[in-house]
């Protein structure tokens, strides 16, 4: 385990490249969005992510690659939401309309802290204030990445809020697992027996409705 400096944010502040190997993998997490930026397998040439070289790539050009989406991951219409009895109006970043990924200023745009780490774990941790992006309530989130045998990275997330909110965590890696020009020859399984169709503007329209026949079955 190692950790490096991956530059500096325009207001100074350094981001952290924390290395980990375990399991048959290498991997690097960046305390920036807690991005995982590379991801290797023992024996195996490309790496298993999309990543960029540095932090000004990131900043210019990423779209969450490899981010810890939040607080609230996928879309949300018109950026409205009723929590309790409290109507929200959250920062709407997405066609200027819509919110998605907690915000402009969501947590995988927002430096985290490195909070623990051993040869092949690393721990991260952000907290949010009360009506950041506006969510109501304070929240504390984090984000342990390790790295198991047989090759398997293990992602854990939580969450600590003092109010009734929205938190939605989602792990945002683009997975490239060989040098191909496209993904038709990987193989992929998802156990989930249902989905969420989006609308036009690739909002949820709130129907949740079985895999069965679709293109989304990937059991």
């Given at each position: 385990?190692?950790?490096?400096?991956?530059?500096?944010?325009?207001?100074?502040?350094?981001?952290e490249?924390v290395?980990?190997?375990?399991?048959?993998l290498?991997?690097?997490?960046?305390?920036?969005?807690?991005?995982l930026?590379?991801?290797?397998?023992?024996?195996?040439?490309?790496a298993?992510?999309?990543?960029?070289?540095?932090?000004?790539?990131y900043?210019?050009?990423?779209?969450?690659?490899?981010a810890?989406?939040?607080?609230?991951?996928?879309?949300?219409?018109?950026?409205?939401a009723?929590?309790?009895?409290?109507?929200?109006?959250?920062?709407?970043?997405?066609?200027?309309?819509?919110?998605?990924h907690?915000?402009?200023?969501?947590?995988?745009?927002?430096?985290?802290?490195?909070?623990g780490?051993?040869?092949?774990?690393?721990?991260f941790?952000?907290v949010?204030?009360?009506?950041?992006?506006?969510?109501?309530?304070?929240i504390?989130?984090?984000?342990?990445?390790?790295?198991?045998?047989?090759?398997?990275?293990?992602?854990?997330?939580?969450?600590?809020?003092?109010?009734?909110?929205?938190?939605?965590?989602?792990?945002?890696?683009?997975?490239?697992?060989?040098?191909?020009?496209?993904?038709?020859?990987?193989?992929?399984?998802?156990?989930?027996?249902r989905?969420?169709?989006?609308?036009?503007?690739m909002?949820?329209?709130g129907?949740?409705?079985?895999?069965?026949?679709?293109?989304?079955?990937?059991?």
């Amino acid at each position: 385990m190692s950790v490096t400096s991956f530059g500096r944010l325009p207001d100074g502040s350094e981001v952290e490249a924390v290395r980990l190997t375990g399991g048959g993998l290498s991997a690097t997490f960046l305390t920036w969005g807690a991005v995982l930026q590379d991801l290797r397998l023992e024996g195996h040439g490309p790496a298993l992510v999309l990543g960029l070289a540095d932090i000004g790539a990131y900043l210019a050009h990423s779209r969450h690659f490899g981010a810890t989406a939040g607080r609230c991951a996928n879309r949300i219409a018109d950026g409205r939401a009723v929590i309790g009895d409290r109507a929200c109006q959250l920062d709407r970043n997405y066609l200027g309309r819509h919110a998605l990924h907690g915000g402009s200023d969501g947590c995988g745009k927002r430096l985290w802290r490195l909070v623990g780490r051993d040869a092949a774990s690393a721990r991260f941790e952000i907290v949010l204030p009360d009506g950041h992006m506006g969510f109501p309530g304070r929240i504390a989130i984090v984000a342990t990445f390790g790295l198991r045998a047989g090759g398997v990275l293990d992602i854990v997330y939580e969450a600590t809020t003092d109010r009734p909110t929205l938190c939605n965590l989602a792990h945002h890696s683009y997975f490239v697992l060989d040098d191909s020009g496209d993904v038709l020859d990987h193989r992929l399984q998802v156990l989930a027996e249902r989905y969420t169709p989006v609308d036009a503007e690739m909002i949820p329209t709130g129907a949740v409705l079985p895999v069965a026949g679709t293109r989304f079955d990937f059991r």
